[in-house]
């Protein structure tokens, strides 16, 4: 199987003229160019916000916002990157707060501004509901504002574009924390268990489990019974096949022993 | 019948009793109701004061949305809601080239025209259900209230979404009477109680709501019934005690003296939810029963 | 290049013939190696194994430790700067500098604030933004034994193993005894994890883990994480100076570690940072790109906490053990390298090649399962070249809801559901292209079970340190292993801080160094930290001229 080469499309970056192979991101064809990123390339893989990016097509009017890693340059496309949005953002100290209704529009009041324009939505490259995320906080629906910016990498660019200047990503952080810290309940066993420790539960039995020779230390190893996962049964299980219930660890583990317990 | 409802966000917030005795009272005449999904705020003041198209677009992208959902009528709670979602409407009705600008500026998918028919739930009641059918669900009638509706501005005024006469409106009136309640009026019903100016001129509010309690009581009213929760606020939290020691008079949503009417659980009328208590009052006249009784 | 459905033609034409012989691979299976077929497989086709690609540390504390040549030239190479440069400027002084704004920096950070230092008195140096980092992008899940059926002591087994027992007890002992706390100090934050109505975790099992203790935000843990601590960094008003990497560690006349040399990366300036304390916090070094390899890394991972650690005479450990994970997405280009992860396998999904047939149990240990597909892309030749030249071969997704029902995937795997969706990928229909990624290093600096180093004003945390996780770590430790010991480093850090005022700052031991590198005759033209890959196009490279402006 013959590979075809990619063809050769034009980039305009900054204002100036780039022949880059076409099936590159955004991000790659900017490097294939010459350039060395220092702002503008952060995990290179959608989660980070760092390379939020402006452009638009040829002859068309319309601008368009996306984060550099994550888009294949196109034949025409006009680019600028924005590596940082100036969002300012309030302090609070989370213990101090009270998880009331309001308590958002109290620390970041500009949200009543939106007039629903919708246009931070249209900017967002993760395809958040950005303008709703404002309004839930609006009238002060914390869960629901957590629940719909969760995918928020902070990247800006709906603040960038906002002709209220609100600054969503902010907003969305806080909501975030309260519906973390005060409204989802807190786990009853977790708190248990790090009384038990802090009580010195499980001392002896680890400083026992560390003084082991590495014989017995593998045997106690080879002994653990896996908790059992759901589709245990499954022919295609990966407990059945291999004694773990996803990945299995590397050779140098003793196979044999594991095995002996597979199908 | 059904309905798609908008509750704004006053309803969801601190007009909560409100929505609640609303959507009892409406399952309790067999009307199914819908929240509508992914409303905004409508913008009021922002949308109604300004003469900048982009204010008017939080208001229409509610209606656009509701259009995508396929309604074709929008019953509000909330009377500032209803004149800032209806006077959009009007706009894009009568102006059609703002109403090209707004959706251009809006780029959905569909373009909104004006199909959406923008309703109060007072007016439903009146003109779907009819204040003969209420009457006829009533089984603790509210004698012994005398109640002095008040109507503020934004269910009124301008006329063109006006939903009863500006001067000498009846509606409420003639709901209270279907539930067997003595009705007091004044002209005073249908002045302004202060509106936004609560916020950071509340002298102002201070004075319109004392002049509007002194006449109800003038009048003879014991207790006031209105459909707008800024009203309800500023009524509620700014009348003055009488200086003849009298007592301060409790201000109610019409939908729960409907639901005390119909004898609907009181967990569902938010009635513990008023700054003013009103059960000192509805115990006193001995007009409703307590909760389990029956007449 | 035209696609179809998210493919170009040629790939389509490959994809036909999986489709054409999935019927018959449903219920089949392909045998598992022997030890000794495993063996063979490694030691031709494993990274790791190649004695070629890697050779014995020259010179130093660590002399004779075998790495990758990628690693030891940068371990074995000068500094960016003269000894003479003039550090008698101080531009901040501060109690607790830390080098690295990623998770084990910020929350070192914040135990330090705990701990009693005034926050105008730390410093985060970091080369990127705050929050630009690995820890970011961890997906899977963080560990830790809370429920009662689960103990602290299995945990503890569990990690042992993983690292096949290479671990050091007492760093293991410190990760999964703090984990609970951790864990609560993260509710207590208002970190968004995913529980159910009652308050309960909702957790997953782990690759080798025997309890299901993997507790996640969504498909976000990493970052959820991350953007929380960074908030509660910001809330507490601890300065960070972003684009600004350490290039040297300075030390005083008493030979501590005493602050650092900051470059900013814009303006070229450099700052003396003159510190009772510091931390190491630099995280990976998939940016090296090790034989070549594609890496699920961020952009600065480069080692460089590793170098910098070296010149002032820190202990390295397990550096001859380099994480590759045999799925990384090959394809598109917007995902190269990206982890895929097991799950996907453990659900069902066939490793397959360009004609659709099996050449290996879907299921192998890691290394080996990544052999087997470096030997069937380039010994074989019978893998898929991408438009951009990268190799790969086709991880036959669609039998999953074939075997499960229609919409396993899109529960179980939503995250990658939605990113492969994002560019045209059906995954319940087509199959994914994947090759071996470079992943983790599961080595680094020596230190105790509060991040001290054997140089005394030296803290280490998170991915730079060494130790905790032996040859192989466990998914869902690493960010656990943050958390533990940024925590810890942060309040040893302020301790020593209190007790310690640094003295004449000094650049000496670059000499010494510079001395070693000659005495080993290495060549002396590398410098080193690298501070960021080069990914410019050979093209634009050709016709580069080095003009000052």
């Keep these: 199987m013959t590979t075809p080469q990619p063809d050769l499309i034009t980039m305009q970056f900054m204002g100036k003229n780039y022949q880059v192979p076409s099936g590159l991101t955004i991000m790659a064809a900017i490097e294939y160019a010459g350039y060395k990123l220092v702002r503008g390339s952060g995990c290179r893989a959608g989660f980070c916000g760092a390379c939020p990016t402006i452009y638009h097509k040829g002859e068309s009017h319309k601008l368009y916002t996306a984060l550099a890693c994550q888009t294949l340059v196109e034949d025409q496309m006009c680019l600028v990157q924005v590596p940082f949005v100036p969002v300012a953002r309030k302090r609070y100290v989370m213990d101090a707060l009270q998880p009331t209704p309001n308590i958002i529009l109290q620390y970041y009041p500009e949200i009543a501004g939106c007039v629903a324009c919708n246009t931070c939505t249209r900017a967002c490259p993760q395809g958040i509901q950005v303008m709703d995320y404002i309004q839930a906080a609006l009238r002060g629906d914390i869960q629901r ?31 975030r924390r309260i519906y973390g810290k005060y409204i989802l309940p807190r786990s009853q066993h977790l708190a248990d268990r790090v009384s038990e420790l802090a009580a010195g539960a499980y001392q002896d039995e680890m400083t026992t489990l560390m003084h082991l020779s590495l014989e017995d230390l593998k045997v106690r190893y080879e002994q653990r019974v896996f908790e059992p996962v759901v589709g245990q049964n499954d022919e295609h299980n990966a407990v059945r096949q291999w004694g773990s219930p996803v990945d299995p660890v590397d050779f140098q583990d003793d196979p044999q022993a594991i095995l002996s317990t597979g199908a | 019948m059904h309905i798609d409802y908008y509750p704004g966000c006053t309803i969801k917030t601190s007009a909560r009793q409100y929505e609640t005795s609303a959507l009892a009272v409406l399952h309790a005449l067999d009307v199914q109701s819908r929240e509508m999904e992914q409303w905004n705020c409508c913008g009021v003041v922002h949308s109604l004061a300004t003469d900048n198209l982009i204010r008017h677009v939080a208001p ?42 707004i959706n251009g500026f809006i780029a959905d998918d569909q373009t909104y025209g004006g199909q959406v028919d923008v309703l109060h739930l007072l007016q439903i009641l009146r003109d779907r259900i009819g204040f003969q059918a209420i009457k ?49 009026d004044d002209p005073i019903q249908t002045c302004c109680c202060g509106s936004y100016h609560v916020v950071n001129r509340d002298a102002i509010v201070a004075g319109q709501v004392t002049k509007i309690a002194a006449r109800a009581q003038l009048q ?50 938010g009635l513990d939810a008023h700054h003013i208590d009103p059960f000192p009052l509805l115990q006193h006249q001995h007009s409703v029963p307590l909760e389990g009784e029956r007449v | 290049m035209e696609l179809i459905n998210g493919y170009p033609a040629y ?41 070629d690609q890697k050779r014995p540390l020259a010179f130093g504390p660590s002399q004779g430790m075998f790495i990758n040549h990628e690693l030891a030239d940068l371990l074995e190479a000068r500094p960016l700067i003269p000894s003479h440069l003039d550090v008698s400027r101080v531009d901040y002084e501060v109690d607790v500098l830390i080098i690295g704004g990623g998770g084990a920096g910020t929350v070192a950070a914040l135990w330090s604030v705990e701990a009693g230092i005034d926050p105008q008195r730390i ?72 529980k ?101 890394n961020h952009y600065g991972a480069t080692a460089d906490g590793l170098v910098l650690a070296y010149r002032v005479g820190a202990h390295l450990t397990d550096l001859d053990a380099i994480q590759y994970h045999p799925t990384g997405a090959a394809f598109p280009a917007q995902m190269a390298g990206l982890l895929i992860t097991e799950k996907v396998r453990g659900l069902g999904a066939q490793p397959v090649n360009r004609n659709g047939d099996m050449f290996v149990f879907p299921l192998e240990p890691r290394d080996v399962e990544a052999s087997a597909f470096i030997r069937e892309c380039y010994e074989r030749e019978l893998g898929i070249t991408t438009p951009l030249g990268m190799r790969g071969i086709w991880l036959d997704a669609p039998m999953v809801d074939i075997l499960h029902g229609p919409g396993t995937i899109q529960t179980a795997l939503p995250a990658m559901f939605r990113m492969y969706q994002r560019f045209g990928i059906d995954m319940t229909r087509d199959p994914i292209l994947v090759f071996p990624t470079l992943h983790y290093q599961n080595g680094g600096i020596v230190a105790d079970a509060h991040g001290a180093t054997t140089v005394p004003g030296l803290f280490v945390a998170g991915e730079v340190m060494g130790g905790i996780h032996g040859k192989n770590r466990l998914m869902g430790n690493s960010l656990l292993d943050f958390n533990v010991f940024g925590k810890r480093a942060g309040i040893a850090a302020a301790a020593y801080a209190r007790q310690t005022t640094p003295g004449n700052l000094t650049l000496a031991h670059i000499d010494a160094y510079e001395q070693m590198l000659r005495a080993a005759g290495v060549d002396r033209d590398r410098t080193a930290p690298r501070l960021l890959p080069d990914y410019r196009g050979r093209e634009a490279l050709e016709r580069y001229l080095d003009i000052p402006l």
């Excluded at chain 2, 309604?71 to 009568?94: H, I, K």
């Excluded at chain 2, 500023?234 to 409790?250: I, K």
């Excluded at chain 2, 003296?257 to 009181?266: E, K, R, V, Y």
């Design chain 3, 11 to 51: 790939m389509r034409e490959s994809i036909v013939k999986v489709e054409q012989t999935r019927p018959a691979r449903l219920y089949a299976t392909f045998p598992a190696m022997s030890l000794d077929e495993r063996k063979v497989l490694l030691t031709h086709f494993h990274p790791d194994f190649k004695e």
């Design chain 3, 196 to 296: 159910d109505a009652e308050g309960n975790f909702v957790v997953h099992p782990g690759g080798g883990t025997s309890r299901n203790r993997m507790h996640s935000a969504r498909d976000y843990t990493g970052l959820e994480i991350m953007r929380v601590i960074r908030d509660e960094a910001r809330n507490r008003a601890i300065p960070v100076i972003e684009f600004a990497p350490a290039i040297e560690l300075l030390m005083d006349d008493h030979s501590h570690v005493a602050g650092a040399v900051l470059l900013n990366l814009e303006t070229r300036r450099y700052r003396i940072v003159k510190a009772h304390a510091t931390i190491l916090a630099t995280g990976g070094l998939g940016r090296l790109h090790m034989q070549q390899y594609p890496t699920t």
């Design chain 2, 60 to 101: 229409i992208r509610v209606l656009t949305r509701l259009q995508q959902q396929g309604g074709t009528e929008l019953v509000t709670l909330c009377d500032m809601c209803y004149n800032t979602l209806a006077q959009a409407n009007l706009l894009v009705q009568r102006q059609p080239d703002k109403g090209e600008a």
């Design chain 1, 145 to 175: 504002t957590a629940e719909l910016s969760f995918d928020c990498i902070s990247c800006g660019i709906c603040s960038s574009r906002c002709p209220s200047d609100i600054k969503h990503y902010p907003v969305g952080q806080l909501a």
């Design chain 2, 136 to 184: 006829r669900r009533v089984i603790c009638p509210l004698k012994g209230l005398t109640v002095f509706p008040y109507y503020g501005c934004k269910l009124l005024r301008p006329r063109a979404v006006g939903i009863d006469d500006a001067e000498t409106p009846s509606i409420l009136r003639d709901l209270m009477q279907a539930l067997g309640a003595t009705v007091v």
């Design chain 2, 220 to 269: 003879g009213a014991d207790i006031i019934v209105l459909s707008c929760p800024l009203c309800h606020f500023n009524l509620d939290t700014h009348q003055p005690r009488p200086t003849d020691g009298g007592q301060r008079l409790p201000v109610l949503y019409y939908t729960q003296l409907i639901g005390l009417a119909f004898g609907l659980p009181w967990e569902t009328l």
């Design chain 3, 123 to 194: 410093l985060i140096a970091t080369k990127l933004r705050h929050g630009d980092s690995n820890s970011t992008m961890a997906q899977g899940g963080i560990q830790a034994a809370d429920r009662p059926t689960d103990s602290p002591v299995m945990h503890y087994l569990d990690a042992m193993g993983g690292g096949h027992f290479t671990n050091r007890p007492e760093l293991v002992q410190a990760l999964v005894m703090d984990a609970p706390g951790i864990i609560q100090w993260h509710e207590s934050l208002g970190v968004m994890y995913d």
